[in-house]
């Protein structure tokens, strides 16, 4: 078969299955939120009545598409609306060498201002059905596939607005450029011809004005707090003269009623027969090429790798085609990787307890100490969170995803700055906090009565739910 055909080949396939699938989660906006206390107070006014003038300028933009354009089409149609703006805030992220508690911290404000945007949209999109502008003019062939949902607003712009706003707190010196790529991610929808203007512009100040919300709760959950205390060297005791964000175990967390809530029990006393024993099974360990090849892979991040698997567990079950799910598994993932890392913090710095080559100066790390205390392990900690939280949205890949979560958290083992007492009770302590993130998954609407489900996933096609 020709290239060519195979090309007309998917492109039908790809139509005939968006024909035979039902609208795009039309109950989404109802959906609980985060930050927004109810999306209906913010629902858009209606779009204009008449797309004529609108249509004819789709139109004109279209025509005078040249390869910049497609080049922008392409690069923010690819996976769902959030896709590309989670990609570049991670990117960011590892850029400026962010600490892992402002990492988790700005990747879930993030994910959750998308999430958020995008069920205050679905809100407006099903209030208003309409149509989009190849629907109502079959003389416009889109450049991309029509998503299986109302028009207005565009689910593209909304994610832009939202996530260019946060990003711009967390990294203002690079404001002007997320101002910009918001600009062009809504306005690559149009010159697509998947959306209308309006689509783009109302879609774009919904997003910018919950980015706005997210930003106002993020300026109070703590972070900002100066930290005046010291850790002098002590004997027995961590100590450290610059210690990573100490006071992050008392930041506002998302489903846990403090990073207290679940304070791990002491760990072994330094200079016990225990503890003795712990670092010397750390001293002992027979590195070998795996063991270091685990080490270096989570040593940069232990979030950018839960995020690739979030990726391809969305492009896998095709969840890209469904932005709600999409933006509700990044917002969940990046709450459990937060919480979880607020909670390790919170027993990180009660017991500040010695690094192994801190109390055995003879045992040599594969690379330098994190400065933050070392019970117990951060990557044990937010991988477990992550593990039980990925394995209640994807249960068949959970063998996977538990062997990856393992991974984690025995990689900080084999660089030697963690006990395996550090990582088993980090195991523990995420565990627990992705299990509070799963009760709130649970519980957020997205999971209506059977009936339902058999009513909204068959076959009938979105124009009958025009009025």
Known sequence: MSL??????????????????????????????WV??????????????????????????????DDTDRANIAYWDAGSPGYRWTQLAAQQMLAQNVAPTLFTRGMALVSIAIYDSTIAAWDSKYAYVRMHPSETDPAIT????????PSYPSE????????SVVLSYLFPAQADSFAAMAATAAGSRVIAGAA????????????????????????????????????????????????????????????????????????????SADANALYAAVKNLAQTNSTNHSAWFWQPSFATPWLGEVDRKIFEY??????????????????????????????????????????????TTLFANPQHPGYPSGHACAS?????????????????????????????????????????????????????VVGWAQND?????????????????LSTLRP
């Open 384 to 436: 477990g969170a992550s593990s039980a939280l990925m394995q209640y949205l994807f249960p068949n890949d959970a063998t996977a995803i538990s062997a990856m979560a393992t991974d984690a958290g025995t990689s900080t083992f084999d660089a030697e700055i963690h006990t395996m007492f550090d990582v088993s009770q980090g195991f523990l302590l995420g565990g627990e906090v992705g299990q509070s």
């Open 318 to 363: 095709h969840l890209d085609q469904n932005p709600p799910r999409a933006a509700r598994a990044y917002a969940l993932e990046t709450v459990a990787q937060y919480d979880a890392t607020v909670a390790c913090w919170d027993s990180k710095y009660t017991y500040l307890e010695l690094r192994p080559g801190q109390a055995d100066p003879t045992i």
């Open 4 to 33: 060519h055909r195979l090309f007309i080949f998917a492109v039908l396939s790809k139509n005939a299955i968006r024909a035979q699938s039902g609208p795009v989660e039309p109950g989404a906006g109802a959906w609980r939120t």
């Open 196 to 271: 209308y203007p309006s689509d783009a512009d109302q879609g774009l100040a919904l997003g910018q004005a919950i980015g706005n919300m997210v930003v106002a709760y993020a300026q109070q959950d703590g972070s900002a707090t100066p930290f005046t205390g010291s850790f002098p060297v002590t004997a027995g005791v961590w100590s450290s003269a610059n210690p990573v964000t100490p006071l992050a175990g008392s930041w506002k967390t998302w489903t846990l009623s403090s990073g207290s809530q679940y304070r791990l029990p002491a760990p072994p006393a330094f200079g």
């Open 36 to 65: 927004v206390p109810s999306v209906s107070t913010l629902r858009l006014p209606a779009p204009p009545a008449d797309a004529g003038d609108e249509l004819e300028m789709v139109a004109a933009l279209m025509a005078a598409v």
């Open 156 to 163: 593209h712009a909304v994610a832009a607005g939202a996530a």
């Open 445 to 461: 609407g997205s999971q209506p009565p059977a009936s339902a489900n058999r009513a909204s996933s068959g076959s009938r096609p």
């Open 142 to 149: 889109p450049l991309v596939a029509v998503p299986n949902s």
